[in-house]
């Protein structure tokens, strides 16, 4: 491995990337709590026609 490929990489690795994960985690957890009932009923009806896809 060259030491320019070394020098690209941020300081930190990926761990930075895992705070934003988690703050877009919560973020879809706090939307959907407040979301009517009927919005679990829908997203199940996507992943159903998903799986038959794939």
Do not use: C, H, K, N
């Amino acid at each position: 491995e060259s030491s320019s490929a070394a020098a690209t990489r941020p300081a930190g690795g990926f761990r930075a990337d895992y705070g934003f994960v988690a703050a877009v985690d919560r973020e879809i957890v706090e939307t959907l709590q407040g979301a009517p009932v009927s919005t679990d009923t829908e997203l199940g009806g996507y992943v159903r026609e998903f799986e038959s896809r794939v």
